[in-house]
């Protein structure tokens, strides 16, 4: 089993940063696919940013593409999310994700292990 739990959320105001951090605990996830969630009030859960494990494969949503940056640390079994040029519009709880494999997939369906996520709230 894989506990994920993610911290750095909060209130900032548009065009800020953030950095969200996901910590994995309970066995190394070096060699599973991470990746970072999103979902607003009243939408469902999207695609925001995934990493192989290697690191070497990384995709962004588009809605997000340079604006975001996703990276991990195996050796610490920390994913990490920096946010810059923050939208009113990226207001939503970011949940961690963890794949039990090495494939790469935007579908949160593929996905075996969730944190509990963090509020990023955007203000205009």
């Known amino acids: 089993q894989v506990q994920l739990v993610e911290s750095g959320g909060g209130l900032v105001q548009a065009g800020g940063s953030l950095r969200l951090s996901c910590a994995a605990s309970g066995r190394t996830v070096s060699t599973y696919t991470m990746a970072w969630f999103r979902q607003a009030p009243g939408k469902e859960r999207e695609f925001v940013a995934v990493?192989?494990?290697?690191?070497?494969?990384?995709y962004y949503a588009d809605s997000v593409k340079g604006r975001f940056t996703i990276s991990r640390d195996n050796a610490k079994n920390m994913v990490y999310l920096q946010m810059n040029s923050l939208k009113p519009e990226d207001t939503a709880v970011y949940y961690c994700a963890s794949e039990r494999t090495t494939e790469v997939h935007r579908n949160p369906a593929a996905y075996d292990y969730w944190g509990q996520g963090t509020q990023v709230t955007i203000s205009s």
């Open positions: 990493i192989s494990w290697s690191g070497r494969s990384i």
